[in-house]
């Protein structure tokens, strides 16, 4: 099968509209969230507005044994991870079932307060407009006042985290915050976690040519995706694609000086994978300590799928936002 077989606006479900909007067919399921404490459920979830000009809210995930807590007055705080949803910057949402259900076993398994960032999609909001609410949300998240986020969340044990195009929000986000470290009100970030990271560029890479038919997400299809993402006219050599291009590498001097850690996981089927080895590699080469978790098998978005690989990884995240757990 070639690419030129492939309709990548049919792969997607996705009509465009004359007015430059787009029509998205056969919406992936949702979850409500629910924080009643009476349902027998390991983690209460709720959602809470950040722009409402914007549309923009988060999702936030409680484990309920800190409910339970000995102390109640005073409970063991746990680390926070501002989660961004993949779908290649035009499809899903923070409320989508395969990215709640993650959060809960994420919150649950590595004892985490998570909050899930509901972020605006192209190409009705082209790039940089996802970025921008991914710092927008960490500022905001600094300045709220929310019972749960102020008497559960450790702010100084935050972690920015995405899976595909939410990891690389993730990453833009904490490029952003380097510069802004004094003024993120006590928020303060130790790493990135990117999973399966979305970069692209005008050259292909081995991986691109090798996995170019792959029947779950075709290179024409992440090529698609760009184009609605990108500003139009901009091509995949373009700053907000490029691992290469702008000044990113530059600020993981930065990150290097501030101490943060990065853990960078992939896997060999995977299209992307030689873009996020590339990310790794240049950050090693700053001094930023990565942790590198690159699979033999596996695909792009495995871990949303195979409920084992999903263990595996969170496992994985587990003991890298606590690095002295067993």
Aim: hydrophobic share 40%; glycine share 8%; with cysteine.
């Amino acid at each position: 099968m070639s690419n030129e077989t492939i309709d990548p606006y049919h792969r997607l479900q996705i009509l465009p509209n004359p007015d430059g909007t787009f029509t998205r067919g056969n919406a992936a399921p949702t979850t409500a969230p629910s924080s009643d404490p009476s349902l027998p459920i390991s983690v209460l979830t709720k959602d809470i507005t950040i722009n409402p000009h914007n549309h923009t809210w988060l999702r936030l995930f409680l484990p309920r044994s800190l409910l339970s807590s000995s102390n109640p007055s005073n409970p063991n705080k746990l680390p926070l991870i501002i989660f961004f949803h993949g779908g290649g910057f035009v499809l899903l949402s923070a409320a989508s079932s395969m990215f709640h259900d993650f959060c809960v076993q994420m919150a649950d398994s590595a004892q985490a307060i998570v909050a899930s960032v509901e972020y605006r999609l192209a190409p009705e909001h082209r790039l940089p407009a996802g970025y921008d609410d991914g710092a927008e949300a960490l500022r905001w998240i600094g300045n709220c006042e929310d019972e749960w986020l102020r008497q559960y969340a450790d702010y100084s044990k935050c972690y920015l985290m995405g899976n595909s195009a939410g990891a690389t929000i993730a990453y833009r986000t904490g490029l952003r915050a380097v510069e802004e470290v004094n003024d993120l009100d006590g928020v303060k970030i130790q790493g990135l976690i990117l999973r399966q990271p979305f970069f692209g560029g005008v050259q292909r890479t081995e991986s691109e040519l090798r996995l170019a038919n792959n029947r779950l997400i075709p290179l024409c299809v992440t090529d698609s995706m760009w184009e609605l993402a990108l500003p139009t006219g901009a091509d995949r050599d373009h700053e907000y694609c490029s691992v290469r291009a702008g000044n990113g590498v530059q600020k993981f001097e930065k990150m290097k000086d501030l101490g943060w850690r990065v853990l960078v996981s992939g896997n060999n089927g995977d299209l992307l994978v030689d873009r996020y080895k590339e990310l790794a590699q240049l950050m090693e080469e700053k001094g930023v300590k990565v942790v590198k978790d690159f699979q033999e098998e596996g695909f792009h978005g495995v871990e949303l799928f195979d409920p084992l690989k999903a263990s595996q990884f969170i496992d994985l995240v587990k003991h890298f936002i606590n690095p002295n757990c067993v």
